[in-house]
């Protein structure tokens, strides 16, 4: 049987229902006063589906409030086929692509897919390494930011896009965010943010990590100058993996991201990474997980930045 052929990617009220069970797991909660009594069901053939109302402060809701579904007319069941489709995809899927499987325009296809990059985004992100183990980071260079015009005839970075990454080896997950400069201080700045103070970090050769590693419990390097890759547990080998991964995505998939986007791109690659098949994690729990992510995240299409 397909994966897809669950009643939740097909009916809409199975999709409501589908949602609900996981947004409201002890029973609906009204969005307008955060009252979970007095709130019925509304019926009849004219009410909107999912249509509850609190008789409390006497509001009618859905469970889209406040959520990434909200002032979307797309049908629940067609935004869990997109979930499903765009969380369990190894590299990602174009909105062209997502049109037309879904058969909804490209511009609703790319407003749903950023969305939907919005909801794997870690609203709470913990700090990485807490109980003393490794935490590999480095950075790199992709794409191309139109600001800065590219060097004639030069190879060099100055023109490309930059980004951290740290990976918790004991947790397995991926963080990485977009830098402005990659410069000292801005690093150190995302380290301190983002790793414990017990943790082992672990980079490579790079200034950019001595001073701020003096902060942690230890921090060890390689130096890929000299062809060391690996010395015992010292290695950037996992973020670089990482990264390839990533970079694979972007060639492939998504080959025009611009810079207002890219911290999006680069959640939805976390997202999979961090909930991953070898961490145990199936794509039916993937997709779930994305849809604990909905809620509190409210992007519209002015926010977005559309271009
Ligand atoms: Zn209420």
Not at 50 to 74: L, M, N, W
Not at 171 to 188: F, I
Request: aromatic share 8%.
């Amino acid at each position: 049987m397909s994966a897809l052929s669950a009643p939740h990617f097909h009916n809409e009220e199975a999709a409501y229902a589908y949602v609900e069970a996981r947004i409201w797991p002890e029973g609906p909660v009204c969005p307008h006063c955060g009252g979970v009594d007095r709130i019925g069901k509304m019926g009849g053939k004219s009410t909107r589906i999912g249509a509850y109302k609190c008789y409390q402060c006497r509001k009618p809701f859905t469970v889209k409030i406040g959520t990434i579904f909200e002032a979307s007319h797309v049908p629940m069941n067609i935004w869990l086929q997109a979930m499903y489709l765009i969380a369990g995809s190894k590299k990602g899927i174009s909105s062209n692509q997502l049109h037309r499987i879904l058969g909804v325009t490209l511009k609703t296809a790319w407003f749903m897919s950023h969305r939907i990059r919005d909801a794997m985004r870690d609203g709470a992100p913990d700090l990485m390494g807490g109980s003393g183990g490794r935490v590999e980071v480095d950075e790199t260079f992709i794409g191309y930011n139109p600001r800065v015009k590219k060097a004639k005839g030069k190879g060099g970075s100055a023109h490309k896009l930059r980004v951290v990454a740290l990976i918790d080896r004991d947790s397995g997950k991926a963080r990485s965010m977009p830098a402005n400069s990659l410069v000292r201080d801005e690093v150190a700045q995302i380290v301190r943010t983002n790793v414990a103070k017990e943790a082992q970090l672990t980079t490579d050769e790079s200034r950019l990590y001595a001073a701020v590693g003096k902060e942690y419990a230890s921090h060890e390097f390689v130096t890929h100058g000299r062809h060391e890759y690996v010395r015992g547990d010292v290695s950037t080998n996992t973020v670089e993996g990482y990264f390839s991964i990533f970079k694979r995505g972007m060639r492939g998939i998504y080959q025009h991201c611009h810079e207002n986007h890219l911290h999006r791109y680069l959640a939805e690659f976390d997202f999979r990474y961090t909930n991953r098949q070898a961490l145990g994690c199936n794509d039916a729990d993937r997709a779930d997980r994305l849809l604990q992510g909905v809620v509190g995240k409210r992007l519209t299409y002015e926010t977005i930045g559309a271009r």
